[in-house]
């Protein structure tokens, strides 16, 4: 056995390091990986929570024609509020709690590069979330949509947009910081053994997606730094009346909101692509296929931006170019599809409820998908464009997509990381009340859009004949809040029971497994050998000569294949909690107060910033 | 396969082997530099989409001092040399010669960022603010956000002089030197390209002028 090494102090810093290690302050000084995934997981859930009210709002106020329950100005900021919650603070840290948890267990590590970056990235989206939804009480939330297209986001007179530009540039401070602690993480920090070729496919998209956070974002911070200096400075960027181009904003916007698409979509694919072999009991099919068209996706994610701009009018060149790259993205998409069906096929499937979840992704994900690939034709995306077609389409997608893949993720590794199963039958309820409501409150609004209900739109009237299926959508969207309740009934009530958890639940192929439920702080008392890929599965069963699959016996070849002469006796160092990382992003939104209501909290932001950043420079290194 | 190649790794230290050999940090700065190209590729397009877009002028062939300019320039790119001469010496276990080289890039640094703030102010002073149109809105932001980066890259090299004094710089932890060297040299490189693209090639006869 390893044993776990108290640091001691070294003189040279500001503080003391703190050493809790339970309790609230534990969680804020934590640089564990598992800990901050989990912090995320809840922070995310708790605004897919509000995300969630905020579309049922929209729902209750379409219900039926000419209601009066949100008023248009209310209605925009209840909109793009729902978008950017959904997008920037649900979808994205949710994936990030999956990645902070798993990722280094997958991998054979025992925590990330950089474990107080990875804090800090933590407590900067944190901030973002609570500084942009401060601006209902401090001058209105932002109403421009998610897109913020501009001019309508400069000229706007309420504080919103401003709120927008800071709240997202603090965002995308935390998810580049932690894109590049991840990527390096896995890309440097591989156990032996573990070539790339080995990694799990989840950690593929988990690659994938921190390169594409690092390549998209900064892009994006161009926009919203230009953006805000349009609205706070009076510069030119997006005015036509000075010879600025307002085109130039959405160019900025969807060179990085369309590799964004797939920062949503990946890790959900990774997701199943990991839930899909254990529960058929086979390897995944094709599995270098599905890397290969998870990296083409990644490249080609960059080359379709402007399918969003069709109307805008770029020409006839331009947006045939851009067809044609949307229709060739959609090979790669539709590999994976086809290797996930290769999976299922004679297999040995158990149909538990993440495997429901994962079967649910690949079939709605298809419909999405396909209503995506009509898009790219130009003509018939004239027709459909900001309509609620475009609004099913990406519903399909984003719901149909990632968040049933994110559920399924969660009934998944909820033994893994709580050491306590969530209940399953319960859970295959939630699946079917999820799965149902789900296609009422989408599946209609194609039918809505093809009819040419407009998105956006705070009210219609009775004389177009659309008030039927916006009833039905509104009946899908409440059913969708019951199996989100019928699913915070089931985690909380996980709870109720102790822990009486094996490593290995599943019977499962992956790293992860290999260790307790939940895992000990420092991930693995021996760091494990990889000779292939599955590498648990290996270790677990041989194939015989007649391809007969057979348990290998306790103590046969694989188990004793990481015993070698490392580990015992050996302390294990691992980082200790620190104080600064939360300091560090503190200072973010203050600052970002301060260029609202003035120089004060400049000042006051960029002083807790320099102490955050000189202590933790000047933090005694317990390693 | 390569299994052998490895050294198991039971603790987390700073000299851990990792799977590619290069150390974490290292990988990181190279990362975060890629990922920086695209926040001045994204300034730079802007600047470039603009170019003679101005309705009103000042246009850039009033104001640009190109000599002036140059030499600011040279300034920045000598504080590469003395960069390289910094990490030589501390990779040679010489702290006090490190110091010396970085307080020069520091001080070639600072000379740059004060030519910047004697460039602005005179451009104000000839009726180019940051409101005025076009070129100086995307000039403005492009240079300063560039300006930015040198002063935070100077903050750095001053840090690290002053950790060289507590003794946490040396010759073993000569990387830290390193990685702020690769900033450093980034920042440069991208300055070549922001003086070329902004300064040297002309824009033509604005409209009206």
Known sequence: MASVSIPTERPGGLLRRPSATTGVWSWITTVDHKKIGILYGVTAFFFFIVGGTEALLIRLQLAQPDQAILNPSVFNEIFTMHGITMVFFVVMPLSAAFFNYLLPLMIGARDVAFPRLNAFSYWAFLFAGIFIYSSWFLGGAPNGGWFGYAPNSVVDPTRGMTFYAIGLLIAGIASTVSAVNLAVTIINMRAPGMTLFRMPVFVWMGLVVQLLLAFSLPIITIGLVELLFDRLFGTHFFDPAAGGDPVLWQHLFWLFGHPEVYVLILPAFGIISEILPVFARKPLFGYQFVVFSGIAIGFIGFGVWAHHMFAVGLGPVANTAFAVATMIIAIPTGVKIFNW???????????????????????????????????????????????????????????????LGLFGGMYYWWPKVFGRFLNERWGKVQFWVTLIGFNLAFGPMHILGLQGMPRRIQSYPESLGLTF??????????????????????????????KQMVADPWDARTLEWLTTSPPPVHNFDDIPVVHSLDELWHRKYAETGGGRVVPVPAGGSGDDAHGEDHGDGHAIHLPSPSYFPPLAALGLPVLGYGL?????????????MLVGLYGWVLEPSAE | MATAEHQVQAPVTDHAATSTGLPNMKLAIWLFLASDCLLFGALISTYV????????????????????????SFVLLASSLTMVLALASIQRGDPARMRVWLLATAMLGLTFVGGQVYEFTTFAAEGLTLSTNVFSTSFYVLTGFHGAHV???????????????????????????????????FVDIVWIVIFTVVYLIPTGTPPGA
């Open chain 1, 596 to 608: 609202i209501f003035g120089l004060p909290f400049v000042v006051a932001g960029l002083l807790i």
């Open chain 2, 49 to 72: 989409l603009y170019r003679g877009a101005s309705i009103v002028g000042p246009y850039p062939a009033d104001v640009f001092d190109i000599p002036y300019t140059s030499v600011s």
């Open chain 1, 341 to 403: 069906l290769g999976t299922l096929w004679n297999g040995d499937i158990r149909f538990t409820t993440a495997m429901l979840f994962a079967i649910g992704v690949i079939s709605m994900f298809v419909i999405g998908g396909l209503s995506g690939v009509m898009h790219a034709v130009v003509p018939s995306d004239y027709q459909q464009t900001d309509t609620y077609f475009i609004v099913a389409h990406f519903h399909y997608v984003l719901f149909g997509g990632a968040i």
């Open chain 2, 151 to 185: 002063t935070v890259g100077i903050l750095m090299l001053l840090t690290v002089v002053g950790l060289s004094f507590g003794g946490r710089i040396t010759q073993e932890r000569s990387e830290t030197v390193e990685i702020v060297g690769l900033y450093w040299h």
């Open chain 1, 469 to 498: 299926w916006n009833l039905v959508s509104t009946i899908g969207a409440f059913t969708i809040a019951v199996g989100t309740l019928i699913f915070l009934v089931i985690a909380i009530s996980s709870f109720r029971k102790p």
